[in-house]
């Protein structure tokens, strides 16, 4: 199993999506920012890391958000999504295809890797609890 951290990434009532490069498994579909957790590495050192050379900004991680197992055919991924916010710096496409920011109704646009479906989920029903009703 092979730990790996990611970050959901805030800027009003947009998100942060990330597009992978095509050369990559599961190449050009969306993700949250993040990677593998290595060797010696907390999960919220992980993400630091990963955000500085992915985007080139400092992240600080607060609570998890959400975890996931997920079974891809090349390898079993325990993801774990954590709140976190750009403390440092503008994002850069360091290793993206693209960066986008949206909205929880904008979702359904984008097609996203297996792992993150139950996560966003979970987002656009905690998005449509707080809507107040009309």
């Not at 951290?5 to 579909?29: D, N, Y």
């Not at 993040?34 to 907390?42: A, M, N, Q, R």
């Not at 496409?93 to 097609?111: G, L, S």
Request: glycine share 6%.
């Amino acid at each position: 199993m092979t730990e790996v951290v990611a970050a959901l990434i805030w800027e009003g009532s947009r998100f942060m999506i990330c597009q992978r490069p095509a050369h990559k498994a599961r190449g050009l579909l969306w993700e949250f920012v993040g990677g593998k957790v290595e060797h010696g590495e907390t999960k919220e050192q992980a993400l630091v890391r990963e955000c500085r050379e992915e985007l080139a900004v400092t992240v600080s991680v607060g609570s998890s958000f959400a975890e996931v197992t997920h079974e891809y055919p090349d390898l079993t991924v325990h993801l774990t999504l954590f709140h976190a916010a750009i403390a440092e710096g503008i994002p850069q496409m360091r290793e993206h295809n693209d960066i986008r920011w949206i909205t929880t109704d904008e979702i359904p646009q984008y097609d996203f890797c297996p792992a993150d479906q139950p996560i966003l989920e979970k987002l656009r029903a905690a998005h449509t609890a707080k809507q107040p009703e009309t």
